[in-house]
């Protein structure tokens, strides 16, 4: 028997400032679906999604969601006022005495649910309407760019529970990495248009560019079509002028159609300049040690960088990656130990706090009030990489319309202002880059060209980064900091390093353990130990999962052990004790998982 769908979205027809976003858009979620939801930076992605979750009121169609299905939205922005904490915030849609489930995610996600509201972090509070989401469980849920502001650890273990997770979902993110572990159908919106595809993002690419092509194919044949009909029409139509009009007015249906074909946007044109050729020894650290009061950021490090290299810094949230980045760079100075940096350096700067954007500002004051763009006695111009251009032409390479160019930086999207910055830190020449955080909201197109620029770079990259994907195809080095001070040189990318570091033994090690996930492979024979390629994969997370569903019993277990609890709540009782067989059946079945392929490994 066909279940009825989650969510159907009929004619939706949308306009912003006079654009067409969506015209006689149709779409339909059903129950187990997991969808990604892809786009460039621009195209409609948060808007679409803001619909599905009615918050945005289209001109015409209609949403219709059936009676008892809860549609969750997991918002960039979450307005936070009225609040004292962030816990109060992530609990306060749960029915009261429910706020451990708060609690359940708030570990895996890395967020403290007693933080003030007032001065939590924007990451914080992503995080916390993350953990709202998930606490809630509703039937089906709707994240738009979840893995923004969370380190790997978290990401993997947001990954691992939307793995198992019979809750359908539709997924904005950047991480390609995330997106092919995850998804099994893909949505893609593309000049207005949204096209679906029933399987996962891995393959993505391979699909979009067939439908290019085919379009391209169409288009060729049609201007073909309308060279010959034009040619016949200035040769031929004099003499049979009355009886082939209707022929002429094919011709004019020809070019209204080419019309109406809209051409796809360009990509951003990236492109890097190498300064002068620093000296081959770009940094030397030596015993470099810092700590702020009892935190200690990094003892006894030391570290070569060479001209070329390619060195990702990775870690947990709050670990110090920024801070040893700008220790290397000599903008923080060690507690003790040295760093020598090298001849001839240029440095350019890509920061994770966008601080370097004037938000009230416009795009065109951004740039021309840069002292290293501004071309003396003209303010329609900036310099590019030692050549006077104009501002509007340089912001079109960065795929940002005329419009756009005197509108204040507040009003762009985080991946427009993350492609603001690249345009001016690409103006520059330089030899050493810097970028902390760069993968953050851009589109995987903008990456894939991030990747192409900087492979070609003559310069050193130093990177911070919670792209396991992006870290794989840039890095030739991975320091790992893994707190405490210890910090951790590993040759190659996010995967090398995975298969490099110490096999962990308490349970936040074990969550870090799953590898890089790998484009999907088909079933493999038995290997040597006994068990297929999924069923070792499977062997290595069972401990994570099991780790997991323990401490929620424990959970559910101080919950319930209040003696009033039965008289005064029965409905908290029951489903907390719901919650409490379930967690224990699935314990039960996962140990008995465990020791089967243990046994046959």
């Known amino acids: 028997m066909a279940r009825a769908p989650l969510l159907q979205l009929s004619g939706i027809s949308l306009t912003f400032g006079g654009n067409p976003v969506f015209e006689g858009l149709d779409l339909v979620v059903q129950p187990g679906d997991r969808v990604a939801l892809v786009g460039r930076n621009g195209s409609g992605k948060s808007t679409l999604m803001k619909v599905m979750a009615g918050l945005v009121e289209p001109d015409q169609g209609s949403r219709i969601v059936p009676p008892g299905i809860v549609v969750g939205y997991m918002e960039q922005d979450p307005d936070l006022s009225g609040f004292a904490t962030l816990g109060d915030y992530a609990a306060s849609a749960l029915p009261e005495g429910e706020a451990y489930r708060v609690e359940m995610v708030a570990e895996g996600l890395k967020f403290r649910p007693e933080t003030p509201v007032a001065t939590a972090s924007g990451g914080e509070r992503r995080r916390a309407a993350l953990a709202k989401l998930l606490a809630e469980g509703p039937e089906l849920m709707l994240l738009d760019e979840p893995t923004n502001h969370l380190d790997i650890q978290a990401i993997e273990w947001l990954e691992a529970q939307l793995t198992e997770t ?4 539709v997924l904005i993110s950047h991480d390609r990495a995330f997106l092919k572990a995850l998804t099994k159908a893909t949505l893609w919106i593309d000049r207005g248009e949204v096209r679906r595809r029933e399987a996962g993002f891995d393959g993505f690419e391979e699909w979009r560019e067939t439908v290019w092509a085919e379009e391209d194919e169409a288009r060729h044949k049609l201007e073909r079509k309308i060279k010959a009909e034009a040619k016949w029409a200035v040769e031929g139509i004099s003499a049979r002028r009355k009886r082939n009009m209707g022929r002429v007015r094919a011709l004019a249906a020809l070019r209204d159609e080419r019309a109406s074909m809209i051409r796809r946007q360009g990509t951003a044109a990236l492109e890097l300049e190498g300064g002068q050729t620093s000296g081959k020894r770009v940094i030397e650290a030596k015993g470099l040690e810092k700590r702020f009061g009892d935190k200690v950021i990094v003892k006894g490090l030391d ?5 070329g290299d390619r060195v990702a810094f990775v870690g947990p949230n709050g670990v110090g990656k920024t ?8 903008e923080v100075a060690p ?3 040295s760093v020598t940096l090298g001849t001839n350096l240029e440095i350019a700067v890509f920061d994770q706090t966008r601080a370097q954007l004037n938000g009230e500002a416009s795009l065109w004051e951004n740039l021309t009030g840069d002292p290293m763009m501004r071309v003396s006695g003209n303010s329609d111009q900036v310099m590019v990489r030692g050549n006077p251009r104009h501002v509007v032409a340089y912001l079109k390479d960065f795929l940002f319309d005329e419009a756009q ?4 930086v507040k009003s762009l999207s985080g991946g427009e202002k993350a492609r603001l910055l690249l345009a001016k830190l690409m103006a520059k020449p330089s030899n050493l880059l810097i970028l902390d955080e760069p993968t953050n909201d851009l589109d995987v197109e903008t990456l894939d060209l991030l990747q192409d620029v900087l492979g070609d770079y003559d310069g050193t990259v130093l990177l911070v980064s919670h792209d396991r994907d992006f870290i794989d195809r840039v890095a030739t080095a991975t320091v790992a900091l893994e707190g405490g001070g210890k910090a951790t040189v590993y040759p190659g990318g996010w995967s090398d390093y995975a298969a490099q570091r110490p096999m962990p033994v308490d349970a936040a090690a074990r969550a870090m353990r799953a590898e890089a996930p790998k484009p999907e492979v088909k079933p493999q024979p038995v290997k040597a130990d006994g068990l297929t390629f999924t069923e070792r994969k499977r062997l290595d997370a069972l401990p994570a999962v099991i780790e997991r569903l323990e401490a929620e019993i424990a959970k559910l277990g101080e919950f319930l052990s209040d003696p009033d609890l039965f008289t005064k709540e029965p409905a908290k009782f029951r489903k ?13 079945a996962a140990e008995e998982e465990w020791l089967v392929l243990a046994e046959r490994a």
């Open 166 to 169: 019979r809750t359908a979902f």
């Open 303 to 307: 570290l070569r960088v060479l001209r």
């Open 323 to 330: 801070t040893l980045l700008k220790m290397l760079v000599s």
């Open 335 to 337: 507690d003790a130990g």
């Open 405 to 408: 160019a005197r509108a204040p």
């Open 576 to 588: 907390a004790s719901e919650a409490m067989a379930e967690r224990q059946q699935a314990l039960a």
